[in-house]
């Protein structure tokens, strides 16, 4: 009988995982349309901070514990596991199609934020001013987001059948439903992985799994499980730009806002491993993309 809350809170993680996967990119849709964006804008900055919220929230309370050190393994972890669980999960799903400024941009982009970070990281402490640095170019990226976002207006008015005075009037309503579905959508998320976490945790607990491989195991993959839940949905769901804004976003998000913020908290020591192995995994997943993406415009099931 010990084992049924676990295996009821599992369960229950996985349906509000579904569920606020759903919602969120039905919101995200709709909020797309309304401010005029593409979904992969919207992907791109507002879906990926918000299922990175759990690595934010994480690393403050790492480093108001007195334990700093954590958020900078939690960030690098995170990051390699977006690209190569996240994407890879993604794919074997449903084969991505890639549009061919992501490549030259976002990517671009991806890559040169993961430089910055191991920049930053080279002294073997993030200071307050790389703190701060981080957090203004993270302020130039999403202000450049929200502004290659506009231009891609033509295409979202091309989508939507009605026409231009009918767009004003549902404007409102549209952008306002679409931000309550995307909050829901995220609140599901959060609490689904709680959830999902806590009760794979007391499963593994109950059949004897010491807690070393859990922390390695199901701790490590829990926070990942928003990005993960957002990015299916998104591909079953037939909006792939959504599944991969999210992707690059997040990496973006971890480094420039949550590195950024816990730094200017408290400055973050940096191991030499993760300087020489960990950073350079992750820098590597990086420029994978632009291969796996540039050849057939699409990340197929072979590669994810």
Request: charged share 15%.
């Amino acid at each position: 009988m010990d084992v049924i809350w676990p295996i009821l809170g599992f369960v229950s993680g996985l349906a509000l995982l579904w569920i606020g996967a759903e919602l969120l990119v039905k919101g995200s849709v709709g909020l797309a349309r309304a401010m005029g964006v593409s979904p992969f804008v919207i992907g791109l900055t507002v879906v990926s901070i918000g299922t990175s919220a759990p690595e934010l929230s994480s690393g403050i309370r790492a480093v108001l514990g007195g334990i700093p050190g954590l958020n900078v393994g939690n960030v690098v972890g995170s990051n390699i596991a977006n690209i190569l669980l996240i994407l890879g999960v993604t794919a074997l799903v449903c084969p991505i199609p890639v549009r061919a400024g992501l490549v030259r941009k976002e990517v671009p982009i991806m890559i040169g934020v993961a430089l910055a970070g191991w920049g930053v990281m080279l002294g073997g402490m993030i200071g307050r001013f790389e703190g701060a640095l981080l957090l203004v170019l993270l302020v130039v990226f999403l202000i450049w987001s929200y502004r290659q976002g506009r231009r891609d207006a033509p295409l979202i008015e091309a989508e939507v059948s009605t026409g231009r005075a009918e767009q004003t009037l549902e404007h409102p309503p549209r952008l306002v439903m679409g931000v309550v579905l995307t909050l829901i959508g995220l609140v599901m998320l959060k609490f689904g992985a709680d959830l999902f976490v806590d009760g794979a945790i007391r499963i593994a607990r109950h059949i004897g799994v010491s807690d070393v491989v859990i922390g390695k195991t199901v701790v490590a993959f829990g926070t990942s499980v928003p990005e993960l839940a957002a990015s299916v949905a998104a591909a079953l769901r037939r909006h792939p730009d959504i599944a991969i804004g999210n992707v690059l976003g997040s990496n973006v998000f971890n480094v420039l806002c949550v590195l950024g913020v816990t730094a200017l908290i408290s400055p973050l020591p940096v191991s030499e491993h993760i300087i020489r192995i960990d950073m350079a995994v992750v820098l590597g997943a990086s420029l994978a993309c632009i291969p796996i993406m540039w050849t057939s415009r699409r990340i197929t099931r072979v590669e994810g």
